[in-house]
């Protein structure tokens, strides 16, 4: 398995002109490990990493050994849940680029920047149901003018994060946060580090992972 890995890693790396470092970064593994691996200076690794390693690259382990690549700049990762309440599970996607699973980009988007969340439970009711992906992108922090108005997955100061529809506040620098559910209050007085407007949603139906 070790030199199947190699050889897989030195393709998928040659294939797609992404640098060792922003995939070990991505998948969560050492860099020093994958560099002395790459250079033939170590000969294992464990298979924890080996998936970790496709996923990075947003192909099953199976897709990586066998050099089927054709989608892996065509991938999303899902990076958080809407739980309940309509607050998110919210892993930190832009400095990690892993989450729960990646799933193929719809074709109406750009892959480049995107992420998602997965609804469960019913606290998007009825807007959204249990399973739907959600997608949206944040380059910035802050809270851009296109945002207000609109469906949001937004974090706020205290280190949460939410979907909810961001609108101004009655004091400045602060916003109410509307729920989509009638069942769900909404927040008042709210501070937000960054808010990002969904940019589509998959139904539950339509989403296929790809690990």
């Known amino acids: 398995m070790e030199d199947t890995f190699i050889s897989a890693l030195k393709f998928a790396i040659e294939t797609t002109q992404r640098s060792l470092r922003s995939v070990a970064i991505e998948a969560g593994v050492s860099y020093d490990k994958l560099k002395n691996l790459k250079q033939g200076k170590a000969e294992t690794t464990g298979v924890d990493d080996a998936r970790k390693v496709a996923r990075a690259f947003g192909v099953t382990l199976d897709d990586f050994y066998e ?19 309509s607050e998110i599970d919210l892993f930190d996607a832009y400095e990690k680029g892993d989450g729960h699973y990646r799933i193929q980009c719809p074709p109406q988007l750009s892959p480049k920047g995107m992420v998602a969340v997965e609804v469960v439970g019913d606290s998007m009711a009825p ?11 944040r380059t910035t922090m802050g809270v851009p003018t296109e945002a207000i108005g609109q469906i949001c997955v937004c974090e706020d100061d205290t280190g949460k994060a939410w979907l909810k529809q961001v609108r101004p506040g009655r004091e400045e620098g602060t916003f109410t946060l509307i729920s989509l559910n009638p069942d769900h209050d909404h927040r008042h007085g709210a501070t937000l580090k960054w808010a990002a407007p969904v940019r589509f949603s998959l139904p539950p139906e339509f989403v296929r992972r790809i690990d």
């Open 67 to 85: 050099g089927r690549l054709s989608h892996a700049t065509n991938s999303v990762a899902v990076v958080g849940h809407v739980g309940a309440g």
């Open 127 to 137: 807007v959204y149901k249990p399973g739907a992906v959600l997608f949206y992108t």
